[in-house]
């Protein structure tokens, strides 16, 4: 969470062009990385090197919001925030020159006839191993005749990439489950809890916004943390059980945020409705929405509408927020009166107080180490794996939209959610989506632990293609280079 100023007449990003080119690198990023990783990567090593794509994620989220709260010290409604957004300049201008050093991809530069170039990056990867420098050239220059061939027995040397990967059974299978898991990884909501972080914490009854600030801060790290778990764990466990067990503890942290946001509401103050002077205060549309409410929680989940708390007392008034957005009162009822704070009543329109705030905030902490254990970088990982070489870039950009369509959608929907379906049931709604993850992963997803990323592709293969492949692959690794591995895939597809 970036520090933002309170002030709704402050809009820091208001323009619709100016967030687009702000999010113009991070989707560039999330497709391009985990390719280029997966291409320059050992096998053996390969998802724990594509799983640091996710730990530096992370660490940027760590470092923005430190430094997002140092600057909410600063002149918070003038200065820290334009201070914040301009310093996210620095780490883009390190990155741009640091690019300018990176070598392109073995198997790009092969597939582009500049294959002394391959060469020289796999010498460097292999830290000058002849053999093995040999052992990949060979393998790469087999998995790009078996391309050529491909595409000549199709007819489509010439056509749209996209095309024939809709008339491959086994890449349009791959992409399927690929795309699939990107958007559930998605539903689990992991970018509602990180985009809404200090509304979370607000609900939970934490008032102080810069105690929201180093708490949301705290969070970010535990994430940061968990993400060293997969990296060691990868390639001892396999994809599968380790996503697996990710994703079972996120729908336990689902579930345990929605019953704590559920007792949350249970002890929340109860609403009074007294017309007696509500109607005699500008009874407009928005007052009479905010008085259906029948607790403080449902009154403050309205962004309309703030909780009069009558001191003394665990009830109060469910009011509309006053016209003015620095003014700290309501706009009808006794809370609109300045003098009547502090004295009678106490005016909140984020949170209600409750004896269950630290719980939602622990339980978040499960959450993203759960999430950040596997099901953070582990769609990416097999994304990474699943595509032969020519599909590789068109089908790992699909499945990036996907992820990021779906971040969108839940991103948007979860106010609106809070308020249709509360916030414990939404929480509750995305348990649920993750359950039929679980059950996706479960039957459909197969292993890639210690495949090369030519291997890799006959997994999704039936019976008969996959036997037809391994003929194919046999006399044609015969006729290049007899040192070249054949798998031996099993016949369960």
């Not at 709260?69 to 883009?92: C, I, K, Q, T």
């Not at 609403?271 to 403050?300: G, I, M, R, T, W």
């Amino acid at each position: 969470m970036m520090y933002v100023p309170e002030n709704n007449d402050l809009k820091p990003m208001g323009a619709i062009w100016q967030e687009v080119i702000v999010s113009i690198t991070p989707g560039f990023a999330s497709m391009i990385v985990p390719v280029y990783v997966g291409e320059a990567s050992p096998s053996n090593i390969r998802g724990r090197l594509v799983t640091s794509f996710q730990l530096m994620i992370t660490v940027g989220l760590v470092v923005a919001n430190i430094i997002g709260g140092g600057f909410s010290y600063v002149d918070p409604e003038n200065l820290g925030w334009r201070l914040m957004f301009a310093f996210a300049a620095v780490p883009s201008a390190i990155q741009f020159v640091c690019f300018l050093f990176l070598p392109e991809s073995p198997r790009w530069l092969f597939e582009n006839d500049r294959k002394e170039e391959g060469e020289e990056v796999l010498m460097k990867i292999y830290n000058g191993h002849k053999e093995w420098v040999n052992y990949e050239m060979a393998e790469i220059h087999y998995a790009y005749k078996l391309e050529l061939q491909a595409k000549e027995e199709s007819g489509a040397a010439d056509g749209s990439i996209l095309l024939r990967v809709l008339r491959t059974p086994h890449v349009r299978k791959a992409l399927f489950i690929g795309g699939i898991i990107q958007a559930f990884q998605q539903l689990s909501g992991i970018n509602t809890v990180m985009y809404y972080t200090a509304n979370i914490i607000r609900a939970a009854g934490v008032t102080n916004p810069h105690t929201t600030i180093w708490i949301s801060v705290g969070t970010s790290a535990i994430n940061f943390i968990g993400t060293f778990i997969p990296m060691a764990l990868v390639e001892r466990m396999g994809r599968r059980i380790l996503l697996m067990i990710s994703i079972t503890g996120v729908i336990v942290s689902l579930l345990a945020m929605g019953t704590a946001f559920l007792l949350i509401n249970k002890d929340s103050a109860l609403a009074l409705h007294d017309q007696s002077f509500v109607n005699l205060s500008n009874p407009d549309h928005h007052q009479q929405h905010c008085e259906k409410y029948s607790n403080c929680d449902f009154c403050v989940t309205n962004e309309e509408c703030g909780f009069c708390l009558v001191k003394g007392e665990e009830a109060g008034y469910c009011l509309r927020k006053a016209d003015s957005a620095t003014a700290p009162v309501s706009g009808a009822g006794p809370c609109s009166s300045p003098e009547a704070m502090g004295t009678k009543y106490e005016w909140d329109q984020n949170s209600c107080k409750t004896k269950y705030t630290i719980l939602p905030i622990i339980i978040m902490v499960f959450y993203l180490l759960s999430f950040s254990s596997g099901y953070a970088p582990l769609p990416w990982v097999v994304n990474a794996e699943f595509y032969p070489l020519w599909a590789r870039s068109t089908c790992v950009s699909i499945a990036t939209a996907c992820n990021w369509i779906f971040n969108l959608i839940i991103s948007l929907t979860f106010l609106s959610l809070s308020q249709a379906l509360t916030k414990y049931g939404t929480f509750f709604l995305y348990a649920g989506f993750t359950v039929v993850a679980l059950t996706f992963v479960y039957f459909f997803l197969p292993e890639t632990r210690g495949y090369s990323i030519d291997e890799v592709e006959m997994l999704f293969m039936t019976k008969r293609a996959k036997q037809h492949a391994l003929a194919k692959r046999e006399k044609s690794s015969n006729a290049l280079n007899p040192n070249i591995s054949v798998i031996q895939m099993t016949d369960a597809s």
